[in-house]
């Protein structure tokens, strides 16, 4: 939802001034990278109608558009930032820095690079390359004065350059960090407005101060309020489902969902359609105006966008109800794997709808009678429950790798499979009885299930125990 969000504004401004939307792909963290999700971004956004101009699967005229096949060129780069003494190369292990980190705290002090490898002879440096020591490449921040850039929603802002870290630009597998590989591709590919969320305001001195080194025109800098829970927290998925992939399962429409998030943040004209708050994607694109945009945290209101949904359901025609149902609950993709899952299970047709219910229902939600194990307190149960939402929520979303991480949480905190595995069916399905609990997850979707796993939570945390 907040990638969506951002690209929503982003797509507004560029098609407002018949520019060019840009879909980049920032997969330089290895070790968070999924190879499914790029698939997973390209459909949830065209879902929403936001279609890209240049990109990975269009092509383009700054190509490649996925940040792992630009290596090369951030190594370059790199390489002339250490020529001009812009940059420096830290030896400095992962247990050395800890060891910094936790020094820097105990003394109540910012956590930052304290600037170990910043002055190393060119002796020492070449000793340690010809050793094979591993290096990443630092920015050098200069250690006086101060950086200033303009936020186009809310003016000017300065940082001092005792609170701007010698960031790391380039890692140790040769990979670079989203500092410098956005300051590059923003540049190479000419993109003249950055729009992105607030939290990046605090690393934005130092991008510009790469484009002061590399000797580069800056780019405008937009910085949009980030989406908060109910209670002004930062949205996550531990309070609300994020994935635009839950929303689409569920049957929230696109034009409710792309309607809701041009709600977030203002934009629009307060006297639109005489105040109501339903809008198309064309009508933003004629009507939002950025300096309409609040920089208070809008709030991620599931209430209001449920409400919305049930506009636009009920303003639908009975053949493009039908169709919208075709398309997700009454799919062939979503019912062809239940139908093979239960067949050997019934004897009548019309059973289909006793063993399946739980998939194709919103609420399931048990009474303490079926999902509470006997000896098992409430309040352990409910634990465990957050504990197997945890390590779902890391899960490949494969029969064999559920599996695996639930038996090893069964080892983990001494719950017997059975145990663990009833449980977890009460939750999803109502009931004590279900189809194979492992294919039906997988069929049901990992948005949906941990979004059922997480109302289930919520609501048990509300009730007060029942009393005998």
């Known amino acids: 939802m907040g990638t969506a969000y951002i690209g929503l504004i982003n797509y507004l401004y560029a098609r407002q001034r018949n520019g060019q939307f840009v879909l980049r792909i920032e997969d330089t963290d290895r070790t968070r990278f999924v190879p499914t999700s790029e698939q997973m971004i390209f459909d949830s956004l065209r879902w929403l109608g936001l279609?890209?101009?240049?990109?990975?699967?269009?092509?383009?005229?700054?190509?490649?558009?996925?940040?792992?096949?630009?290596?090369?060129?951030?190594?370059?780069?790199?390489?002339?930032?250490?020529?001009?003494?812009?940059?420096?190369?830290c030896f400095c292990t992962a247990e050395k820095l800890e060891a910094d980190r936790k020094q820097q705290i105990a003394a109540k002090l910012p956590p930052?690079?304290?600037?170990?490898?910043?002055?190393?002879?060119?002796?020492?440096?070449?000793?340690?390359?010809?050793?094979?020591?591993?290096?990443?490449?630092?920015?050098?921040?200069?250690?006086?004065?101060?950086?200033?850039?303009?936020?186009?929603?809310?003016?000017?802002?300065?940082?001092?350059?005792?609170?701007?870290?010698?960031?790391?630009?380039?890692?140790?597998?040769?990979?670079?960090?989203?500092?410098?590989?956005?300051?590059?591709?923003?540049h190479l590919m000419r993109i003249t407005d950055v729009i992105r969320a607030e939290e990046w305001i605090s690393s934005t001195p130092k991008h510009v101060l790469l484009y002061q080194f590399f000797g580069w025109e800056l780019p405008r800098f937009w910085h949009m309020p980030l989406l908060r829970n109910q209670d002004k927290s930062k949205i996550s998925k531990r309070k609300n489902p994020v994935s635009l992939i839950y929303y689409r399962e569920a049957g929230y429409l696109p034009q409710a969902v792309i309607n809701f998030l041009g709600l977030m943040g203002g934009g629009m004209p307060a006297d639109f359609n005489n105040g109501t708050e339903k809008f198309t994607l064309d009508e933003?694109?004629?009507?939002?105006?950025?300096?309409?945009?609040?920089?208070?945290?809008?709030?991620?209101?599931l209430t209001k966008l449920k409400w919305l949904n049930g506009e636009y359901i009920r303003a639908l025609s009975p053949d493009a109800f039908y169709a919208a149902l075709r398309s997700t609950l009454l799919s062939d993709a979503y019912l062809q794997p239940i139908a093979a899952l239960i067949q050997t299970r019934v004897e009548l047709l019309s059973q289909f709808g006793d063993l399946t219910g739980f998939l194709l229902n919103d609420n399931t939600h048990p009474p303490e009678s079926v999902f509470l194990p006997k000896n098992r307190s409430r309040e352990e149960t409910l634990a465990f429950v957050a504990e197997q939402l945890a390590v779902l929520e890391t899960a490949d979303w494969q029969p064999a790798s559920i599996e695996s991480v639930l038996k090893q949480l069964s080892t983990d905190k001494q719950w017997s499979v059975k145990e663990n595995f009833m449980l977890l069916r009460a939750i999803l399905t109502g009931s004590t009885m279900s189809p194979p609990l492992v294919e039906s997850m997988v069929i049901f979707g990992k948005a949906r299930t941990l979004d059922r796993m997480r109302r289930f939570l919520e609501t048990e945390k509300k009730r007060p125990p029942a009393k005998a």
């Open 284 to 301: 933003m694109i004629a009507s939002f105006r950025h300096e309409n945009i609040r920089t208070g945290g809008p709030v991620f209101d």
């Open 51 to 89: 279609n890209w101009d240049e990109g990975p699967d269009v092509g383009g005229p700054y190509g490649p558009y996925r940040q792992s096949e630009r290596t090369a060129i951030y190594q370059e780069h790199a390489g002339q930032l250490l020529a001009s003494g812009h940059a420096y190369r």
């Open 112 to 186: 930052r690079y304290p600037g170990t490898c910043r002055s190393l002879s060119a002796e020492a440096i070449e000793a340690y390359l010809a050793a094979g020591l591993p290096f990443v490449i630092r920015m050098r921040v200069p250690q006086e004065g101060s950086t200033s850039f303009t936020d186009e929603l809310r003016g000017g802002i300065t940082f001092d350059h005792h609170n701007v870290d010698d960031q790391v630009l380039l890692k140790s597998d040769g990979y670079p960090t989203y500092h410098l590989a956005n300051v590059v591709d923003d």
